[in-house]
């Protein structure tokens, strides 16, 4: 004869810390957390003490000193008696700049790649392979480099422009003039009046716009197709090239002359920032063409097949049925390419462009001394501009996600 | 039947027609390059261009290449030779190679002597010749399993005897810090029989102990005792394709263990786990290499108690890894994430625990989707050695600096170039080639 009693109510033990699973991930979370800190901690004591050793503290004042260096390549107003501030913002401004011109290169080289590695014509598809395999299994460094010894190597310098029997010439009808120590081209002056040609061209970009969803909703009613592409196209250039005349031709272009040792005026790029642009974009397209390949390898051949039986023509099917597939798997290899190509910009230091490394973290942090202040104050613009750039690739991830049930 | 049809018809052939050739537009090569190279008025115009395009490649590197210049002793020297034999064509000046190809591979290593003057270099770089070939011995049955598994022991001995043969000094100071990795193990069979996380604190913190306060003064008392050394070398002597091999290996070899361990974490339900992995994973993938590197060779006295000043090579080791670490994390998430939820259920159904479903069930497999993934990633850690030539490291890529700025081959570019280039380039082809090949090895899905 058994009585039913009550289970024992179980005490807390110490033990059951580490044998109950229950309160066992409890144990592991603290004693990682007392780790972790203890870990923070040490480093932190320790170079508190280096610094008091040194007689050195954090201080952020020395931004505001005079930076007494010049800068060959600015996208703002920048003179050696500007203070470290402005240099960084400087450097910031070129590490933006190269990344941005390089995405937009690298995505043009690396959709024709990808593209032209699928192609059918045998040659062609060869020859990309041979780009992409050469490109993705050597340092981008290396091209870096190599890029900017081809540019300053086999260019002439601005003196063989000059005479009457040259042995350079500048191209496109004399406005371009690639050198050995940058490459010229003409600059648009905007004079008065060029405000009303900008007004008009946007306007025709809101117009193009607006034609179009006014196309998709009369297609959607009637069925009638309109030539899209030369509507657009019309309305793209033929405002814009009236308002120009119209308004007596406002914007005209300062062109590079010869004056001296080297050329005046016009837009100058240097060497550093053609050769830093160009192997990025070259480097990178070829890593962006292998993402492309396998977006549209990764479209069943059926979408195609379903969308011919439908009477779609191939571009169509192309543009309406597997783009839009290929692109969700394409689109967020290529955002981490972009942020890798952002990264690989700060190797602009093998080639002398002033970047935010060049000019933060390189002269500023040599002549200043704070080295503990500007590498952190580096990083943590990388940081920010990463997590910008993966943020965005979230935001898109999310919305063109499969609603899958 | 057949009478009658033969009385209707005039001519009826009662032989078999030998069979006719195709014509000529439908056979061999002329068929092959119309369907391939001129099947449209599109693909004709792709074909011309590339045709131009490696036309022009070719006309300009072929007869540069052809006429190249194998041995002199200076660029000067390269360029008598080129107007006496070629006329003055333009011709590669490989000479530059030839001669400095020693310093190109072990950097400033210094030179053995003891084997005579006129010994080859597999002599005078005896240490580190001995250190490459036994580096295949150990990376054989890693990579193909039909050797015998025994050999394994000797792959995890290898990296302690390629650091001895590479550093030289004392034998003891490798032998003890592997005796660190023994106490690890002793630790873990000991404490394991009281809890799993007790063992694994132990096999954390016992090494740890032992490295910190131990290993060095029980090495240098062996070393009194039974003194087993070669001659030392200095860490800014190694250089040239050594010192990325050095780098490269032991940041793939150290950054697949954390990465997977950072991966567990991420994904782990564990709160502060999780924030910690995400916070160094994030951080690590934000900031360009490049800081990193410098932050090793500016900033790390700054975090270490003061006093402490540890070699270059291994500063720069242990940044490399931890960022290819991260990188390796987010790999080996993707093949977590890859795996059908069903997996992690069966295992849990079959009562196995966290570990041993990992380590069974789970990573296998999560491991086995993500190879292409791991792969690219060692690919880019080798190929991101060439960093540090900005922090006075000399690999390849930074004696092409220093080849250049000395007076015999000032002005030799592109033929630097192309050899490293063709170093780097083998390495990494072989090694996406052999993951291509893995995969396939370990495809068991039926297609």
Same mark, same amino acid.
């Given at each position: ?15 059951? /810390? ?16 007392? #780790? ?55 450097? /910031? ?20 790649? #990808? ?77 008065? #009046? ?70 005046? #005026? ?110 952190? /104050? ?9 997590? /910008? ?17 | ?33 119309? *369907? ?27 007869? $540069? ?343 015999? $081959?000032?002005?030799?570019?592109? *033929? ?28 068991? *899905?039926?297609?």
């Amino acid at each position: 004869m058994t009585t039913l009693t009550d289970p024992n109510k179980e005490s807390f033990r110490l033990g059951q /810390l580490i044998y109950d699973t229950r309160y066992r991930s409890m144990t592991i979370q603290v004693i990682a957390l007392i #780790g972790f800190m203890a870990l923070f901690a040490w480093l932190i004591s320790n170079t508190v003490v280096n610094l008091h050793a040194l007689g050195q503290d954090i201080n952020f004042g020395f931004l505001t000193v005079r930076s007494g260096y010049d800068i060959n390549q600015t996208l703002i107003e920048y003179s050696s008696n500007s203070n470290h501030l402005r240099a960084a913002i400087v450097g /910031l401004l070129n590490t933006l700049l190269v990344a941005f011109l390089g995405c937009i290169l690298a995505t043009f080289i690396g959709v024709i790649a #990808g593209v032209l590695r699928l192609s059918k014509n045998w040659l062609t598809a060869r020859l990309m392979t041979v780009y992409i395999e050469s490109f993705r299994n050597i340092p981008v460094l290396l091209w870096i480099i190599a890029f900017f010894a081809v540019l300053t190597e086999a260019t002439s310098a601005p003196n063989a422009f000059r005479g009457d029997d040259p042995t350079a010439f500048m191209w496109l009808n004399g406005s371009v003039a690639v050198t050995n120590r940058g490459t010229y081209a003409p600059l648009p002056i905007w004079h008065d #009046g060029s405000v009303v040609v900008v007004v008009v061209f946007l306007a025709s970009l809101v117009a193009i716009w607006a034609f179009g969803r006014y196309s998709r909703k009369r297609q959607e009613e009637t069925g009638d197709i309109l030539p899209n592409l030369w509507i657009k196209l019309g309305l793209f250039f033929v405002p814009a090239v009236l308002a120009y005349f119209v308004m007596g031709r406002p914007i005209t272009l300062e062109y590079p002359e010869l004056q001296g040792f080297n050329f005046q #005026g016009g837009l100058q790029m240097r060497n550093s920032l053609i050769a830093l642009w160009l192997a990025l974009s070259v480097y990178t397209g070829a890593f962006i063409a292998e993402n492309v390949r396998a977006g549209i390898l990764a479209v069943s051949h059926g979408q195609t097949e379903a969308a011919f039986a439908l009477g779609l023509r191939p571009n169509r099917t192309m543009r309406l049925v597997i783009l839009p597939q290929a692109l969700r798997v394409i689109i967020p290899p290529l955002i981490s390419q972009y942020l890798n190509l952002t990264k690989n910009s700060s190797l602009a230091l093998a080639v002398g462009y002033m970047d935010l490394r060049s000019t933060l973290g390189g002269i500023t942090l040599n002549q200043t001394g704070r080295a503990l202040e500007c590498m952190m /104050l580096m990083m943590l613009i990388y940081l920010i501009i990463s997590l /910008l750039i993966s943020s965005a690739m979230n935001f898109y991830n999310s919305s063109v996600e499969l609603k899958e049930r | 039947m057949s009478d009658l049809h033969a009385h209707s018809v005039s001519f009826v052939r009662d032989t078999m027609l030998p069979q006719a050739t195709p014509p000529i537009t439908e056979r061999g090569a002329i068929k092959w390059m119309r *369907e391939n190279l001129f099947s449209g008025w599109f693909n004709s115009i792709l074909t011309i261009v590339s045709i131009y395009v490696i036309y022009v490649i070719l006309s300009h590197i072929l007869p $540069w290449f052809v006429n190249s210049i194998w041995v002199a002793d200076s660029l000067d020297e390269c360029r008598q030779i080129r107007d006496a034999v070629n006329g003055g064509e333009p011709s590669a000046c490989f000479a530059v190679i030839t001669e400095r190809w020693q310093q190109l591979i072990y950097g400033f290593y210094p030179v053995d002597r003891s084997w005579g003057a006129d010994a080859s270099f597999l002599f005078l770089y005896i240490r580190p010749n001995i250190a490459f070939a036994l580096l295949f011995v150990a990376i054989a049955p890693i990579l193909y399993d039909k050797l015998p598994r025994k050999m394994l022991w000797f792959s995890a001995l290898y990296p302690f005897l390629a650091f001895w043969l590479v550093w030289g000094g004392s034998v003891w100071m490798p032998v003890s810090v592997l005796a660190g990795l023994v106490l690890a193990f002793v630790a873990f069979q000991l404490l394991g029989s009281v809890s799993g996380l007790v063992a694994a604190l132990g096999a954390f913190l016992m090494p740890l102990i032992w490295w910190y306060f131990l290993a060095a003064p029980v090495a240098d008392a062996i070393q009194s005792i039974l003194p087993v050394s070669l001659d030392p070398v200095d860490s800014k002597k190694i250089g040239g394709f050594m010192i990325s091999i050095i780098i490269g290996l032991a940041g793939i070899v150290l950054s697949l263990p954390i990465g997977v361990v950072l991966a567990l974490g991420r994904q782990s339900d564990l709160l502060i786990v999780k924030m910690i992995c995400v916070g160094f994973i994030e951080f690590i993938r934000g900031v360009p290499l490049i800081t990193l590197l410098f932050t090793a060779s500016l900033l790390l006295n700054y975090f270490l108690p003061p006093g402490t000043n540890f070699d270059i090579v291994l500063r720069v080791i242990i940044m490399v890894t931890l960022f290819a670490s991260a990188y390796m994390a987010e790999t080996i998430r993707g093949g977590l994430a890859a795996l059908p939820k069903g997996q992690y259920e069966a295992a849990d159904s079959l009562g196995l625990d966290y570990w041993k479903s990992q380590r069974l069930i789970i990573m296998p497999q999560a491991l086995k989707i993500s190879i292409p993934g791991i792969v690219n990633n060692f690919i880019g850690l080798f190929k991101d050695t060439t960093l540090v030539l900005f922090i006075g490291i000399f690999d390849m890529l930074g004696l092409v600096g220093a080849i250049r700025a000395s007076t015999e $081959w000032n002005g030799v570019y592109f *033929e630097l170039f192309i050899f490293v280039a063709a170093v780097f380039w083998i390495c990494c082809f072989s090694m996406s080639r052999y993951s291509q090949w893995l995969e396939r090895k370990l495809q068991t *899905e039926h297609r």
